[in-house]
């Protein structure tokens, strides 16, 4: 969450489509993110909240790294001696500098797999081109494979947390902060889009500060039902959908014909929500 002048915001533009190491991005991504997030608590918490926040996270950093006893003494005293209001804006801090991370991981995932798939290498197992990468090697005919395929249900099973504690407005945020991270990475992006996409994520990160991490009232069934069609929407529907686009040659590539195997079905679970009864 520490700021960085300008030179060091010009290596992190620049160093976005031009690093070998594999996980290189993923530092670049979550420094940047970190950066916006530290401008952003300074503009609308002032200079006393960032200063406080960026001691604890030094403090953190440096009795977790070195196992520092007179760093983890600090920390503690400084802890202690948060007030109610200081103590919140520490949490919300780090939880989104947490929650900025995780988006940037994710990401990373993306990212690697899209490499990894240009390189030619071989397919994870856990994936559908894995899958059917293992039964070419095992020689699996095309009629075991239909009558195994068309053996499988998907049942999506949304719990408690995404559709009882998590906004809709959050994950919009999250959403659209991965959407441009993703801008980024192109390799022909011009630096004046990089900007932009800067711009962008300096916006939805000010957003997502200003949002309420909670919701202020207490969710109902009707409340729960609407969240949980949304997830199923953009995850489920839509990304189904996607997978099932993507893959469709790789049964076709099994088989060495022109058609391809038909999807397995997914059904809703029968429970949404929180462990409440009727729901």
């Not at 918490?45 to 001691?55: C, I, Q």
């Not at 053996?151 to 947390?161: F, G």
């Not at 000010?206 to 991490?213: I, K």
């Not at 686009?245 to 997914?266: E, I």
């Amino acid at each position: 969450m520490h700021q960085a002048g300008a030179a060091g915001r010009q290596v992190s533009i620049c160093g976005v489509n031009g690093r070998h190491d594999k996980d290189a991005r993923l530092g670049e991504d979550i420094r940047l993110l970190g950066r916006l997030l530290g401008d952003t608590i300074r503009s609308y918490e002032g200079d006393a909240t960032f200063d406080l926040v960026e001691e604890i996270r030094q403090l953190a950093v440096s009795s977790r790294r070195g196992d520092d006893r007179a760093a983890q003494e600090r920390l503690a005293a400084a802890l202690d001696a948060l007030s109610a209001a200081e103590a919140v804006a520490v949490v919300r801090a780090f939880s989104y500098f947490s929650l900025l991370a995780n988006i940037a991981e994710d990401r990373h995932h993306i990212r690697r797999d899209r490499d990894n798939r240009r390189e030619g290498a071989a397919p994870l197992a856990s994936t559908v081109r894995g899958l059917f990468a293992e039964a070419r090697e095992r020689n699996v005919t095309r009629g075991e494979a239909a009558k195994s395929l068309g053996a499988i249900r998907v049942y999506p099973v949304l719990t408690a947390h995404p559709t009882e504690v998590q906004r809709k407005s959050t994950l919009d945020c999250q959403l659209a902060i991965a959407e441009w991270l993703g801008r980024m990475d192109s390799a022909d992006a011009l630096r004046e889009e990089v900007e932009v996409a800067t711009m962008e994520l300096r916006r939805l990160i000010a957003t997502l500060w200003q949002t309420r991490m909670l919701r202020a009232v207490k969710l109902g069934v009707r409340d729960e039902i609407e969240n949980a069609l949304a997830y199923f929407q953009l995850h489920v529907h839509r990304g189904g959908a996607e997978a099932c686009r993507r893959d469709r040659g790789f049964d076709r590539a099994a088989s060495g014909r022109g058609t391809a195997y038909a999807p397995a079905d997914a059904d809703p679970a029968g429970k949404l929500g929180g462990r409440r009864p009727g729901r």
